[in-house]
């Protein structure tokens, strides 16, 4: 179960689509004055060296935000992958990126006064280190840190104070058993705070858990009456290779706003991450 560590997966392809699209939410949301509520249910340790441990024999920010920070400083990209890119370089003392913030790192440095940060972590390593990580920053008084399982604990976060609420589920799917969890921590918390904004990560594998994920989602958030976006980036196509491939996101609720801006980002990361012919994008999308 612990076998798991998010620092071999930092600044890769699917790094990349996850925090673009939290970065379009969190900063929509902050449109209106009143405090937002932002849950990360599976935390990871929060900013990861680039340059030495895990994400170094693993490299695949090379084929992430490396490759894509070159593309970007011969190409015209568009402002909202600018505004990306500036929120990971700001984490960075130079040019060249030596460490990666999660989504917990970038979800801290959005963070207004009135805004709450919540956090979940089982791993008995990543936890300690996420504390650590988190204390050393400003806003450590605004960011809860819980060593729970986030599926069952969940639902006694909702509906937040202000009702104004985003959560982000992104699991590692080591386990077949977080495709059902997720499935029913979904259905709870829809049941306790319908108009919350949900973003849930998951691999494009042909497992038939993963295969079913989006499906799945569609069908509660039909039940439920909710909108729905499904964004998902393919970077190679290549059969017999072992890395991942492929990732999407599925939000609930998404902003109105959402899908034109990754209207205009997809196809540019397809340009700057493709890595053959089978490289491409799929948005789709139901207004309830
Ligand atoms: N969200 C992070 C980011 O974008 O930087 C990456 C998180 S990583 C994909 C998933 C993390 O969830 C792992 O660190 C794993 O230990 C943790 N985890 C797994 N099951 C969990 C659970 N039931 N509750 C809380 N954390 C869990």
Redesign the pocket.
């Known amino acids: ?2 076998s ?3 620092a071999f ?2 600044g890769s392809h699917a ?1 990349i689509l ?2 673009l699209t ?1 970065i379009h939410l969190v900063e929509y949301l902050q449109e209106k004055p009143v405090a937002l509520t932002i849950v ?7 900013i ?1 060296s680039l340059i030495d441990g895990f994400a170094s024999v693993s490299k695949e920010a090379d084929g992430g935000i490396y490759r894509l920070m070159q593309y970007a400083a011969n190409n015209p990209i568009n402002p909202g992958l600018q505004n990306y890119l500036s929120i990971i370089q700001a984490e960075n003392l130079t040019k060249d990126l030596s460490v990666y ?6 979800l801290a440095r959005l963070l207004r006064a009135q805004d709450r940060l919540k956090l ?4 008995p390593k ?2 300690d280190i ?1 504390r650590h990580n988190i204390s050393e920053l400003k806003q450590a008084k605004q960011i809860d840190v ?8 969940l639902k006694g976060l909702l509906p937040p104070p202000s009702r104004r609420g985003l959560v ?1 589920i ?6 077949k058993q ?1 495709y059902h ?1 997720l499935g029913k921590a979904i259905e709870e918390a829809l049941q306790r705070f319908a108009t919350g904004c949900y973003a849930i ?1 998951y691999p494009v594998l042909s497992r038939r858990e993963s295969a079913d994920l989006p499906e799945r989602m569609k069908k509660i958030a039909t039940a439920y009456k909710r909108s729905w976006l499904q964004v998902e980036l393919r970077v190679e196509n290549a059969p017999k290779e072992r890395r991942l491939q492929a990732s999407g996101m599925f939000i609930i609720n998404p902003p109105w706003t959402l899908e034109k801006q990754l209207t205009e980002s997809l196809p540019i990361l397809v340009k700057a991450l493709g890595q053959d012919h089978g490289a491409q994008y799929l948005l789709n999308s139901f207004e309830a």
């Open positions: 179960m612990f798991y560590r998010h997966h930092a790094d996850k925090h939290l990360d249910t599976h935390a990871g340790a929060g990861y913030p999660g989504s917990p790192f970038i979940f972590e089982l791993h990543e936890i996420l819980y060593a729970v399982d986030s599926f069952s604990r982000l992104d699991p590692s799917y080591e386990d977080d969890s990560w």
